[in-house]
């Protein structure tokens, strides 16, 4: 059998490395594996050649990598962790990979948690797949001919993006080809549960992470054709005969442990504007209808839909079109507080003062408590008027509160759903207009394990990912259009 793959594999020292090798040596298709190593260690013992590389995520090694891959594929695996190959495992990857022509190939695989192997399938790339976070698994098959063009095709230099650069350059000379099949057996270190994690790209320690990926990402949108230049359509906030100038929207569904500290931090707003709040029932059984009711408050308007078939976002519809519905429409989850009593003058003087068709707020992490825990205080400065627009199919959320020029809204509708509504609509109203920020801290986002995402399945979180990358797929295909009517 022809020698088809050469392997680059990141070593720690030769404990961590050693029965991995050992395997891949063992295949027929492998002609050699290298050891990526950072820091100086002997690892003489296993008779295999070294690269020395600066990190396992910089493009100098991925040019690194492209130097020595003069097979037909490249096996480039993410973890300092034990690999462990499955049945003919690589025969799989190659076949596969031979018969789509792919420029990357990647499988589903099992996760090794707390000495408990678990079974952890993947989402199909799309092109709206953006987000440097997606999940390949720690096993990544490249075409090594388009590894190759894919890193003489960029001339930037990317200290953090620059394994997330190449797979971008590599969409663009080939398919991405998800195996649905369980080829390896991985360790898994992170164990922390789905509502920890999701917040990582927004922790402020990272800021330099998120400018490399903003950079590489924009790069690409540039090339597709879906970059969109910081050109807005100005807005007139000319309509009239509304019974507000703002209502405050809370979807709801068993919160009886918070709803009542979400109304109180609605009804203590000071403003120089009339305003309401309107409460939209989704068929609470917990108590959460009768703890609504005990607030005897003409401002709070008390709604149960007809429909029982309505996700956040159906909620979200029935709010904004109902007659007492004001001219802006800003969110509150039930979990959450407004921080202050002057949140609801802040966002609703940013329409006005940046002439945007949404407001991003700057919220708080805080535990059920109040008191605030890490990553603390989240302000999503990849919001820029300058690049927001383009950086916004790569992040994977728009921050808290979120307000909108309700006539806006009630046009295009809210999707009903009950997660990603809110990113839909950011990406559709940041296609044509400014999205307007505030960076003051206006809002308290609570985290406790009643929130909807504290602790998902791998399924569950597939599913969301696997909307949130269509949203984006969407986008991009319609800012492409926009593009070429120009």
Known sequence: MNKRLNCFIPA??????????KALKASELVKQVYLLVTEQANFDALGCPTIQVDSLVSSNTVKAIAAHADTDYSLIYTKYTTLE??????????????????????????????GTRKANPLIACQDGSLRD?????????????????????????YPFAGMYNLRLAASCLGSIQHINEYL????????????QKIFDYVDPKNRGVQIDMEKACTAHLKKVGAYLEPIFTPIQFDAVNFPAEASVIIPVFNRIRTIKDAIKSVLIQKTNFKFNLIIIDNHSTDGTTEAIREFNDPRLIHITPERKDLGIGGCWNAGVHHPECGKFAVQLDSDDVYSSENTLQTMVNAFYEQNCSMVVGTYKMTNFDMEMIAPGIIDHKEWTPENGRNN??????????????????????????????????????????????VYDV?????RWDDNSDASLDVVKMNGHNLYKDRIRTWELQARKQLNKKK
């Open 184 to 195: 390896y057996t991985e360790v898994e270190n992170d164990t922390r549960k789905s509502g």
């Open 12 to 21: 720690a020292d030769l404990a961590q490395v050693e029965s991995t090798v």
């Open 392 to 437: 916004a199919l790569r992040i994977n959320g728009l921050g808290a509160p979120r307000a909108f020029y309700t006539p806006m809204l009630r046009e295009i509708k809210v999707p009903n759903t009950s997660y990603g509504e809110d990113y839909a609509l950011g990406l559709y109203f940041s296609r044509h207009f400014q999205i307007g920020r």
């Open 442 to 446: 206006v809002y308290n986002c609570r």
């Open 85 to 114: 190959l499955g049945y003919f495992a690589l025969e799989r990857f190659l076949f596969l990979a031979d018969s789509s022509e792919a420029a990357l190939t990647y499988a589903d695989h099992y996760k090794v948690v707390d």
């Open 133 to 157: 976070d997606f999940d390949f698994g720690s096993v990544l098959i490249y075409n090594s001919q388009i590894l190759k063009q894919a890193v003489a095709s960029s001339t930037e230099d």
